[in-house]
């Protein structure tokens, strides 16, 4: 079997704050080959983003207590200095976040911001990082962009800077990609675009994306693979098909009930997952998800509330609940 392009091998990220100790990813696994795309799907607190903070090394040292392992390309993230890990978020991995207006300076136009990245990271002059950023601009198709380069954020719409962030991220061809909810902020005609341009780039290039989102539908459209988390540990993971065709855990099933379907009645009501994510600084024992479950008695409830359900092997289809393959798919048919 080929090594995989990104490989996270039991990561824990603590956070030690006034209150206790934030235990944000507890043991994380999982892999993400070249040409192909990872869905993190889960609800807010459920670590996704705190994880992919981690591969690109952006937390502060200071707060966050990080181990296990991530390799990138065979390269160990964890432990690596500071002028390695700024290499990495140049040339290797990229992140797209969810609010480009936080990401991109008001101050400066769209086409100095991408020119700046590319120079930063290639020493390349002026010129050659301003036609750069306006063959970045064409690529993610803005229109105009010999003009465009020289607008500001302000005069982007929501789509354009989404686009704009699209381009900053990708100006050094980076490897891997990680687009946290990247479409949540835009309107569906938009998202689907931004979604289809994602898909494209990654056909032309073969980047490795990492797609963070609370979203099975976005997921449902661009992933070849999916991770379920929940309070900050894998619940269930396989894919794309293997998700939405024959989900297994109970909390994957919530988030399935909660999304709107096409196939589904127009008065079918949209069932969210009751009860609420627990707090990361008292994570509940055993399944954490057995507060919100409907079938810990079924399964054994000493055995939900007292030992925590691990996730199997690292590779193909699997889920951390203690209901039998036959239980499962009797609930969910
Ligand atoms: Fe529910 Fe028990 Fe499965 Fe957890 S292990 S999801 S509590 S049935």
Same mark, same amino acid.
């Given at each position: 079997m080929s090594t995989p392009f990104l490989s996270v091998r039991d990561l824990i990220v603590d956070f030690h704050t006034e209150d206790g100790v934030v235990h $944000?990813?507890?043991g994380l696994s999982f892999d993400v080959d070249k040409g192909t795309t990872l869905g993190i799907v889960g609800e807010s607190g459920s670590g996704k983003s705190v994880t992919n903070l981690a591969v690109l090394g952006l937390h502060d040292p200071e707060t966050a207590r990080i181990s296990g392992g991530i390799t990138l390309d065979g390269e160990e993230?964890?432990? $690596?200095s500071r002028s390695t890990m700024e290499r990495i978020r140049g040339n290797k991995a990229a992140m797209i976040f969810q609010d480009p207006l936080t990401s991109l300076?008001?101050?400066?136009t769209v086409g100095r911001q991408i020119g700046e990245v590319f120079r930063r990271h290639t020493g390349a002059s002026r010129a050659a990082a301003r036609d750069r950023a306006i063959e970045m601009l064409t690529r993610v198709g803005i229109p105009q962009p010999k003009t465009r380069v020289d607008d500001y954020p302000h005069q982007f719409s929501g789509g354009m800077r989404q686009r704009a962030m699209i381009a900053m991220a990708l100006v050094c061809d980076p490897d891997l990609l990680i687009a946290d909810e /990247? @479409? @949540? $902020? *835009?309107d569906v005609t938009v998202q689907a675009q931004i979604l289809d341009l994602l898909r494209d780039l990654q056909e032309q290039t073969g980047t490795a994306i990492i797609l963070i989102t609370h979203d099975l539908g976005v997921v449902a459209a661009t992933a070849h693979d999916v991770l379920v988390m929940y309070a900050g540990r894998a619940v269930e993971r396989g894919t794309v098909r293997e998700i939405l065709g024959e989900p297994r855990h109970p909390y994957t099933w919530g988030l399935l009930a909660s999304m709107p379907r *096409?196939? $589904? /009645?127009?008065? *079918?009501p949209l069932r969210p997952v009751r009860g609420t994510p627990p707090s990361l600084l008292n994570v509940p024992p055993g399944c954490p998800f057995h507060p919100r479950c409907d079938y810990p008695d079924l399964a054994g409830p000493e055995l939900c509330r007292t030992v925590r359900p691990e996730l199997s092997p690292h590779r193909g289809h699997g889920d951390a609940c203690y209901l039998t393959l036959a239980q499962k798919r009797e609930i969910h048919r």
């Open positions: $944000a990813v507890d993230l964890i432990g $690596a300076s008001p101050y400066h /990247p @479409t @949540t $902020a *835009l *096409l196939s $589904a /009645p127009v008065d *079918l």
